[in-house]
């Protein structure tokens, strides 16, 4: 069974913290994806990666970094948490090819709220 | 900006109707569009994909594209209070690496 987890389903942190957000895939995924959704505004997209070691900016990047040093693995780096950076976080995996090509895997999502 | 749009909602409908849910795209060069279901709480899990104009049905579940229209729909028939969710429409972009999502329609099955 595909399984995509996240380090936290709850965190709190002060304006100004680093703040670091896990994702880990145990699928051999090639892409890995950073969203935050929003009440209205749906998933929009922070960060992906369709390697180790490679990134590629979403449509909303700014005050956020990424780190994909392993290929399970994909790091949502918040580096001065910001009260309007409260929000749901929600990591997603997918294969470049297979009998459902790019259908995503939605890890559990991480509820950040910034103080 | 590429975007996906649909109606917030909330659509009711009584159990056992149909309930159509739609969405448009911007980007006349999307080849794949997802239908997800998330639950209050939940991560969105996907319900169906399409990649040919027409209608592909999956049990209670039809979904239709008209690539002309820019236009994807969803319909479920003999609506259950357990189909009570938001409905995320997605499009696969840039030859596949990236996603837009619509904002998600919001349906209740009343009982």
């Known amino acids: 069974d595909v399984k995509v987890t996240q380090s936290s389903r709850y965190l709190v942190k002060r304006t100004g913290e680093k703040v670091f957000l896990e994702c880990v895939q145990d699928?051999?995924?090639?892409?890995m994806f950073w969203y935050r959704q929003d009440p209205g505004l749906g998933l929009r997209l922070i960060y992906f990666?369709?390697?180790?070691?490679?990134?590629e900016k979403g449509d909303i990047p700014e005050g956020y970094s990424v780190s994909r040093e392993k290929k399970e693995r994909f790091s949502l780096i918040l580096e001065s948490a910001s009260t309007n950076q409260t929000s749901m976080y929600l990591c997603?995996?997918?294969?470049?090819?297979?009998?459902?090509?790019?259908?995503?895997?939605f890890g559990p999502g991480t509820r950040l709220t910034v103080t | 900006q590429k975007e996906v749009e649909q109606n917030s909602g909330p659509l009711s409908v009584p159990e056992g109707a149909i309930a159509s849910l739609n969405c448009t795209y911007s980007?006349?060069?999307?080849?794949?569009f997802f239908w997800y279901r998330q639950y209050s709480g939940k991560s969105p899990e996907l319900i169906m994909f399409?990649?040919?104009?027409g209608d592909k049905e999956d049990g209670r579940f039809t979904a239709q594209l008209n690539k002309a229209s820019q236009y994807v729909s969803l319909l479920i028939r003999d609506s259950q209070p357990s189909d009570s969710a938001t409905y995320l429409c997605?499009?696969?972009?840039?030859?596949?690496?990236?996603?837009?999502f619509g904002p998600g329609t919001r349906l209740s099955v009343l009982p």
């Open positions: 399409i990649y040919s104009n």
């Open positions: 980007d006349r060069g999307s080849q794949s």
């Open positions: 997603a995996s997918n294969d470049r090819a297979g009998v459902s090509p790019y259908e995503q895997y």
């Open positions: 990666s369709y390697d180790v070691k490679m990134k």
């Open positions: 699928m051999d995924h090639e892409n």
């Open positions: 997605a499009v696969n972009v840039d030859y596949g690496q990236n996603f837009v």
